[in-house]
């Protein structure tokens, strides 16, 4: 149980520190010049958000939230409750929403993350 909360802890803070790195959200911006424009952002900026893109972001608070429960698991020495579970198959559900806009819309930074998430949700579904 308490190497489960370990491995939590660990994937959690790895996806935090992809999520703050400047490359996980692209943009991409009309260019009358031909070939559209392609910025890239944090999931923790505002700006995707102020686009519609709003997923990112949510799924970046998610993880925080992910990492706090994590911490308290930790803490308490208790095994992952289900809003644990819950939560973290949002989380991995939400990193993979801005594909939905095409593949030009993901990085190699955001399937990180969305696999990341996705072992932290399968995971939480194994018993101890």
């Known amino acids: 149980m308490r190497t489960k ?3 939590h802890f660990v994937i959690l803070l790895i996806v935090l520190f992809l999520e703050a790195l400047p490359f996980g959200v692209v943009l991409n911006f ?4 031909g070939e559209p424009w392609r910025r890239t952002f944090s999931y923790f ?3 995707p958000f102020g686009y ?3 997923a990112p972001f949510i799924s970046a608070i998610l993880t925080v939230l992910l990492l706090i429960l994590s911490v308290t698991f930790l803490i308490k020495k208790s095994s992952v409750n289900s809003a ?6 949002i989380t991995a559900v939400l ?4 594909i939905l806009y095409g593949v030009e819309y993901i990085t190699f930074i955001g399937i990180l993350i969305f696999i990341l ?3 932290t ?3 939480s579904l194994i018993k101890n």
């Open 52 to 54: 519609a893109n709003f």
């Open 5 to 7: 909360n370990i491995f």
């Open 30 to 33: 009309a260019n009358p010049e």
């Open 121 to 123: 949700f399968v995971f």
């Open 117 to 119: 998430l996705t072992l």
């Open 84 to 89: 644990f579970k819950i939560i973290s198959g």
């Open 95 to 98: 990193s993979l929403i801005p």
């Open 45 to 47: 900026s505002l700006t």
